[in-house]
């Protein structure tokens, strides 16, 4: 019976953390540039197997020792980013950018550069573009974007040419990553990226004005994911509960004998 417990236990855990990435994905359903997680689990037991003497065990990044096959316990190992293209949504606002194909946008971060797929930027005072939390977009030499006329018509081409009145003001900074696996979430529709991974700048990007890019999310299909997956939760929290009451049983009986 603790061996049940054991397993559905994890079953639980895994479950949980699947509730965590579907509910998240859910919530920014509406968010533009948003990109949906998944989350990769993994078996203890393949990591101990693997290993001639079972203390070697101990150094595994979940330490567990050689265990029955029937108490493998399932652990998250991480959580990716699905970044495939989210739907295009025509919003006719010349600041509101989507970008079609791989890439991202740049701001100015608090604490460096920020990489972005939501395009809904607005004028602050002074004509600085920014996103929606203020951060200034980045041209291709690293700067702010500053319009001369914040009265002015702001018109960006396909390659990411900024004119203000049809007189040139800069290029946008649109960048990618070798692997942006690597990158780290900041906020919803944001990531920064470690030292190691370096951007690469898109000479010929593909953007769209006057559109945004819609989140990638699915959101009967992670509706339908969402239930699915509480049930299952809910069944191994049962299941707990039934293996506690025979092992409550259990233990009552042998004091009885004794």
């Not at 359903?29 to 989350?39: D, H, I, V, Y």
């Not at 194909?101 to 460096?112: T, Y």
């Not at 690469?200 to 509706?223: C, F, W, Y």
Request: glycine share 10%; charged share 20%.
């Amino acid at each position: 019976m603790a061996s049940g417990i054991y397993v559905a236990m994890q079953g639980a855990r895994a479950q949980e953390h699947r509730l965590e990435t579907l509910s998240h994905d859910l919530a920014n359903a509406l968010t533009p540039g948003f990109k949906r997680q998944a989350a990769i689990y993994r078996q203890v037991h393949h990591d101990v197997t693997r290993m001639g003497d079972p203390n070697q065990a101990m150094g595994v990044h979940h330490p567990v020792r050689f265990l029955p096959e029937d108490r493998l316990p399932v652990l998250l190992d991480d959580r990716y980013t699905q970044f495939e293209q989210g739907p295009m949504r025509n919003t006719g606002n010349d600041l509101d950018l989507a970008l079609n194909g791989e890439g991202f946008f740049v701001l100015g971060g608090p604490d460096g550069p920020l990489y972005t797929r939501n395009g809904s930027f607005a004028l602050a005072r002074g004509g600085a573009l920014v996103d929606q939390r203020g951060f200034p977009v980045l041209d291709d030499a690293g700067k702010p974007v500053v319009l001369p006329n914040e009265q002015g018509r702001l018109r960006i081409s396909q390659q990411g040419d900024i004119f203000s009145d049809d007189q040139p003001v800069g290029r946008l900074a649109v960048v990618r990553f070798d692997d942006p696996q690597a990158l780290l979430r900041a906020g919803d529709s944001g990531w920064t990226a470690p030292p190691a991974l370096a951007p690469v700048p898109i000479t010929v990007p593909d953007i769209k004005q006057g559109h945004l890019e819609s989140a990638n999310v699915n959101v009967v299909r992670t509706m339908v994911e969402l239930i699915k997956t509480n049930r299952i939760f809910e069944l191994n929290t049962r299941a707990l509960q039934a293996y506690k009451a025979m092992d409550d049983q259990a233990t009552r009986e042998v004091g009885r004998s004794s």
